[in-house]
T-cell receptor, first 114, second 116 residues
Framework: SQTIHQWPATLVQPVGSPLSLECTVE??????LYWYRQAAGRGLQLLFY??????ISSEVPQNLSASRPQDRQFILSSKKLLLSDSGFYLC?????????????FGPGTRLTVL | AQKVTQAQTEISVVEKEDVTLDCVYE???????LFWYKQPPSGELVFLIR??????QNEISGRYSWNFQKSTSSFNFTITASQVVDSAVYFC?????????????FGTGTRLKVLA
């Protein structure tokens, strides 16, 4: 069966510090991968998605970046965090199957920028 | 434009009451998929159901049921005999197929509180 891992689970960082969040998927090959952010009390905002190694599409211009160095690894980074980067970050994966593409989400990382 | 509207920000019900969560979507695609997810306090989104645009049959799964009506662009979710464990934020999402990458458009969610 497929599983998705995210770490760390919780992170508190000062403004201006770098960020690296990692997401890995097990039990599947060539998944689509996604990073979402959920601000407090709000819906999910798609940040990045990737359909293959080294292929990253950005949905929202910001000071975050994403990379996919391996097939089942997706990394969210920042060189300098802003207060507005605080939120709950969710990684998701999907595999096209019969024309449908349900996404499965990881446990999330709660980021607080102080 | 592609959009999902969940007009109910928060709903409170007493245990054993039935509750319906509304979802209205907008899309110009003729083929698309709709989803419901549950987000319990732990934060992880749990997949509940998907529905494609060609299948308007309502679906029932235990205490959960979904009413899909293309004529009104709605995909409502009903919980029968609600329980405290149903307390969560529920998200409706749209996946238009012309995007090529099957990106989701999420609604802003409805927080359901079931009181004992």
């Amino acid at each position: 069966s497929q599983t998705i891992h995210q770490w760390p689970a919780t992170l508190v960082q000062p403004v201006g510090s770098p960020l690296s969040l990692e997401c890995t998927v097990e039990g599947t090959s060539n998944p689509n991968l996604y990073w979402y952010r959920q601000a407090a009390g709000r819906g999910l905002q798609l940040l990045f998605y990737s359909v293959g190694i080294g292929q990253i599409s950005s949905e929202v211009p910001q000071n975050l970046s994403a990379s996919r160095p391996q097939d089942r690894q997706f990394i969210l980074s920042s060189k300098k965090l802003l207060l507005s980067d605080s939120g709950f970050y969710l990684c998701a994966w999907s595999v096209r199957r019969s024309g449908m593409d349900e996404q499965f989400f990881g446990p999330g990382t709660r980021l607080t920028v102080l | 434009a592609q959009k999902v509207t969940q007009a109910q920000t928060e709903i409170s019900v007493v245990e054993k009451e039935d509750v319906t969560l509304d979802c209205v979507y907008e899309t110009r695609d003729t083929t698309y998929y709709l989803f419901w997810y549950k987000q319990p306090p732990s934060g992880e989104l749990v997949f509940l159901i998907r529905r494609n645009s060609f299948d308007e049959q309502n679906e029932i799964s235990g205490r959960y049921s979904w009413n899909f009506q293309k004529s009104t662009s709605s995909f409502n979710f009903t919980i029968t005999a609600s329980q405290v464990v149903d307390s969560a934020v529920y998200f409706c999402a749209l996946s238009p197929t012309t995007s090529g990458t099957y990106k989701y458009i999420f609604g802003t969610g409805t927080r359901l509180k079931v009181l004992a």
